[in-house]
């Protein structure tokens, strides 16, 4: 399922798997979204942020499955078939302003939140 955000434009792209990989070393699970890891820094959303426009597009809930399953549940525990994959929209404070983002993460019930992150910047 694609979805498209009215009036938004993507200007940049801040993932790589280098990213990826020192999100899930330097944040903790998360029983709330607060911090989100981007560009090799781990920023804070904007107090009183909800992410808005969130959907799971896989594992429980989703249309397909979650393709490193076993690798989060290796990490972080929890159960099989259980994990989710989302995103959704937040506020985020980034090089001194607020700055609309496109987040995603995993969840599991017993776990919480990991590998919060933003996937794209919008203007």
Same mark, same amino acid.
């Given at each position: ?14 993932? =790589? ?34 992410? =808005?426009? =969130? ?69």
């Amino acid at each position: 399922m694609t979805v498209k955000f009215a009036g938004s434009r993507v200007n940049e792209t801040v993932r =790589s798997d280098k990213d990826a990989k020192m999100a899930t070393e330097d944040m903790k699970p998360q029983k709330k979204i607060e911090k989100v890891f981007a560009g090799g820094k781990i920023l804070r959303l904007k107090t009183g942020t909800t992410i =808005s426009r =969130s959907y799971t597009f896989a594992g429980k809930g989703g249309s397909k499955p979650i393709r490193k399953e076993a690798q989060l549940i290796m990490k972080y525990g929890g159960k099989k078939g259980q994990w989710s994959h989302a995103k959704g929209r937040g506020q985020v404070h980034h090089d001194d302003k607020v700055k609309e983002a496109d987040i995603h993460w995993f969840y599991e019930p017993s776990v919480g939140y990991v590998e919060v992150r933003v996937k794209h910047w919008f203007d």
